[in-house]
Every structure is written in structure tokens, then in C-alpha cells.
């Protein structure tokens, strides 16, 4: 009965070592922190039930580790989005507005935020604080998948996609429960 047992076990390990080595969310974290900086170009495209055709904006993007993003639109209007150092200012000069606040003080607006700050920093407790995270592919070509842990923010949105490349994101999709969504897709600045 021992010998059999141990059978077992020595059949079972090659494929646990496999399991153990195949590549996982930790791995494509661990990627994501070694960026410092990353700039690129962005095209995002809002599916609402309400409209015809999608609403389309563009522009760059711009990301320094840990935790500064910056988003400038500029089609169709101006417009900017920076986040640094968990103070969010959006700022819109065809509309005389700008509005900052701190995101920890708005948890579904801080859970947005984490999902685009924390996946490009490679922050995985900050991730794992607010969603469920589900990982396919391999390094050369990866989605990722966040659901929403908190009510509030379930309510606001269902899901959040994301698809990249090794340590490159290729896309942000949200997708709202009544199944509204936005696409932005990301291009990288080469030097």
C-alpha cells in the first residue's frame, strides 16, 4: 500500500512543478513594477445603448511608478485626467471646470482608479483589495479580468478588461452592468 502511494506522489510531481511554473498574475505583477515610466498614445471608444455610434476621444498617456498617471485628451475636446500620489484632478478648459479630490475618500472612484494605477505598477495587494482577479494567456499575449469585490463599485461597473503584453498593456475595457462599455486602447511611444 505504501509503495503505491508513493507511486502516486511521484507520478503527480513532474505535473505539480509544471503547475507551480506555469505563468500567473504574481509573474505578470512582477513584470509590470520593473516599468518606471511608460508613455503612449490612446484611442477610446464609449458604446452607450442611448447612441447610434460610439463616442470617440484620443490622445497620451503617461505613467511613472508607483502611482503618478496622467491621461491628456486632446479630440475632440481638451481635457485632462492626473492622478498623483492618490489626488485625482480632472480638468476640462472647454467646460471651466477642474475638480481634485482624494480618491481614498470616494471607494468606488479609489477602486477605478486602483485598477489602472495598480496593474501598471504591478501592485498586487492593492488589486487583490478590490477585485476579483482572473489571469489568461501567457506573458507574450495576456487578459486580464477584474471583478469588482465592493457593492458600490459592482454598481458602477460589472467588469474591468484588461489585455496586454509582457509588461505593455494593449487595453482598458470597462463594461457597466447595464452593458454600457469603453474601450481605450493603448500604443506605445517608442524612444
Not at 471607494?107 to 489571469?135: C, H, M, N, Q
Request: net charge neutral.
Amino acid at each position: 500500500m505504501m509503495l503505491r502511494i508513493i507511486l502516486i506522489i511521484l507520478m503527480c510531481m513532474p505535473a505539480l512543478s509544471r503547475a507551480e511554473s506555469a505563468w500567473n498574475v504574481r509573474q505578470l505583477m512582477r513584470e509590470m513594477s520593473q516599468v518606471s515610466e511608460s508613455k503612449g498614445k490612446f484611442v477610446e471608444r464609449k458604446y452607450m445603448a442611448v447612441l447610434n455610434r460610439p463616442l470617440e476621444s484620443s490622445g497620451t498617456l503617461l505613467f511613472r511608478s508607483p502611482d503618478y498617471v496622467e491621461k491628456h485628451t486632446l479630440k475632440p475636446k481638451i481635457e485632462s485626467v492626473v492622478l498623483d500620489h492618490g489626488v485625482l484632478t480632472v480638468e476640462s478648459p472647454a467646460r471651466n471646470f477642474k475638480r481634485t479630490v482624494v480618491v481614498q475618500e470616494y471607494p468606488a472612484v479609489w477602486a477605478l482608479v486602483e485598477s489602472i494605477r495598480a496593474t501598471l505598477a504591478g501592485d498586487l495587494p492593492s488589486l487583490t483589495r478590490f477585485y476579483k482577479i482572473e489571469l489568461e494567456g501567457e506573458s507574450a499575449h495576456w487578459k486580464m479580468r477584474l471583478l469588482p469585490l465592493d457593492a458600490k463599485t459592482s454598481a458602477a461597473v460589472r467588469e474591468i478588461l484588461i489585455s496586454g503584453r509582457g509588461h505593455r498593456v494593449d487595453s482598458f475595457e470597462t463594461v457597466e452592468p447595464n452593458g454600457d462599455h469603453a474601450l481605450m486602447q493603448v500604443t506605445e511611444d517608442t524612444p
